[in-house]
């Protein structure tokens, strides 16, 4: 069966330390990544999206890996804030399966000050 | 706000009552999704449209949930003769679609309808 897998227990961290989170899949070959944060009550709101053909994206204090080999995608915070502190989710796009996005349960992660 | 809109944000019926969810997706895009997320759990993909087109349906859905979305702007959500299992948050999203040279995913989210069936 195809499973997205993310670390379901939250991840507590210290104010300005690295947060990295996992993402694991099986059975996909996905054309994109992307991953969303989710606050309580609300719509999850998109980060960042990483290409099947790309290893490594950077977004302000955010980056993402892609290693398709392995099926996996990591997630780093970096200089973690306690603003970070949301839930995050990775979804994978499948061409095979109409591009929809398919998502993970989710890493809650808390920055304590 | 031009962002995604769902409305209500919260709804409470009895069980075996039928309830109706309506999403405004940003004005341009030509997807829209429904998804549907209990907690401690990532969004589970329900269904989506091309513009009017219904293209796919979850073969999780049961035929008590349909959804519409009529000349292709906002759409519905229903559920007939709602049970406890149905409780949930309902999350619409729209993307842009095909963008000429590759398919963009990229959802926007509204914040979601919560539904608690008693």
């Known amino acids: 069966s195809q499973k997205i897998e993310q670390n379901s227990e939250a991840l507590n961290i210290q104010e300005g330390k690295t947060a990295t989170l996992t993402c694991n899949y099986t059975n996909y070959s996905p054309a994109y990544l992307q991953w969303y944060r989710q606050d309580p009550g609300r719509g999850p709101v998109f980060l960042l999206l990483i290409r099947e053909n790309e290893k490594e994206k950077r977004k302000e204090r955010l980056k993402v890996t892609f290693d398709t080999t392995l099926k996996q995608s990591l997630f780093h915070i970096t200089a973690s804030q306690p603003a970070d502190s949301a839930t995050y989710l990775c979804?994978?796009?499948?061409?095979?399966?109409?591009?929809?996005?398919?998502f993970g349960g989710g890493t809650r992660v808390l920055v304590k000050p | 706000d031009t962002g995604v809109s769902q409305d209500p944000r919260h709804k409470i019926t009895k069980r075996g009552q039928n309830v109706t969810f309506r999403c405004d997706p940003i004005?341009?895009?030509?997807?829209l999704y429904w998804y549907r997320q209990t907690l401690g759990q990532g969004p589970e993909f329900l269904t989506y449209f091309q513009n009017e087109a219904q293209l796919e349906k979850s073969r999780l859905l049961s035929d008590r949930f349909s959804a519409e979305r009529p000349k292709g702007s906002f759409s519905t959500l229903e559920i007939q003769r709602t049970e406890q299992g149905d409780s949930a948050m309902y999350l619409c999203a729209s993307s842009l679609g095909w963008t000429g040279g590759s398919v963009s995913e990229k959802l926007f989210f509204g914040s979601g309808t919560q539904l608690s069936v008693l």
């Open positions: 004005s341009e895009h030509n997807r």
């Open positions: 979804a994978l796009q499948i061409k095979a399966a109409g591009n929809k996005l398919t």
